[in-house]
């Protein structure tokens, strides 16, 4: 059996986990023919199929699973160990792949990271926005942000921010002739504006905390959105509450746009921490990243 090339094995994956040709030849920089061909390729070379596809999707065979789980690891090790090769340079180069949500991104990442690359150029950063509770050996990212309260426990996890709490307004034009809430229950009398969770789709529940009392509310609304900027728009153009974090919030209400809601009842939340797996020796760009993000406290 002639043996398969790194290449059509790297391919392999990619298809596997995009689970879409197109999408696959997208990031592989090839065309949907030839990376179609290849893994025909492949398929003869082993003397098993591999992938089953459709019309509107592609899947792994039980023989594709297997190798899927097998090779992906193998290859990442390899893609580090090229990496951490950068470490003989004069500069650390190489691209940095995070996955988080947009609120830590303007907040806690990208403040800190343009000055990294201005001073780096070698480096580069890719940040993709995801509130997904992602996998990122199975992404291939190199890190990726959650509160510390998410973050598994075989993951390396580095504080990048200080303490998150949520807030709770909804603008004057709203709240003109309505009754304001007084307990979190009295917000499924209101309009509110909603996250879509991309985990099993569903709407996340608004969570509140008062002296050691932690309860949760699912609220019903108009919109719903997927981006914490467009909850706080939709919060200004009056069409209900929002539930984002302080921080982006308090501008508005110090001028009036917004108006404070249930405040006793904001919970606050462990800050955002940087998460990667757990290796013996970091690739220089990563470990840049790491220290440029590093949480220190006020003295």
């Given amino acids: 059996m002639q043996k398969p090339n790194l290449n059509d094995l790297q391919a392999f994956v990619t298809v596997a986990r995009e689970r879409s040709f197109t999408r696959a030849a997208a990031q592989l920089g ?107 050996a199975a992404q291939r990212f190199d890190a990726g942000v959650r509160t510390g309260n998410r973050v598994d426990k075989d993951m390396i996890a580095v504080p990048i921010a200080p303490e998150l709490r949520m807030a709770v307004a909804a603008s004057p034009q709203y709240l003109e002739g309505r009754r304001l809430p007084k307990q979190p229950q009295d917000l499924v009398q209101h309009r509110c504006i909603n996250l879509r969770l991309p985990t099993h789709g569903g709407l996340y529940a608004w969570d509140f905390e008062k002296k050691g009392q932690a309860l949760n509310v699912r609220v019903p609304g108009q919109a719903t959105f997927n981006n914490t900027y467009l909850m706080l728009q939709a919060a200004l153009d009056g069409m209900g509450f929002a539930y984002v974090p302080w921080d982006i919030m308090a501008p508005h209400i110090a001028a009036g746009r917004l108006v404070p809601v249930l405040e006793d009842w904001w919970p606050t939340f462990p800050g955002y921490h940087l998460y990667y797996a757990n290796r013996r020796q970091l690739a220089p760009a990563l470990a840049l990243v790491v220290e440029a993000l590093r949480y220190r406290k006020p003295a």
Avoid: F, K, N
């Avoid at 090769?85 to 180069?93: E, F, M, N, T, V």
């Avoid at 991104?105 to 926005?129: G, K, N």
């Fill in 30 to 136: 090839m065309s949907r023919s030839a990376l179609s061909h290849c893994m025909r390729t492949l398929e003869e070379r082993l003397g098993l199929r591999l992938l089953t596809r459709t019309t509107r999707s592609v899947s792994t065979t039980e023989a594709g699973a297997r190798l899927l789980a097998t090779v992906a690891p193998r290859l990442q090790e390899i893609d580090l160990e090229i990496g951490s090769l950068a470490a003989l340079r004069d500069q650390p180069a190489g691209t940095v792949r995070i996955t988080a949500h947009d609120h830590a991104i303007t907040t806690a990442l990208w403040p800190r990271l343009m000055p990294l690359m201005q001073q780096y150029p070698d480096v580069q950063i890719e940040l993709s926005v995801d509130y997904a509770m992602t996998d990122i």
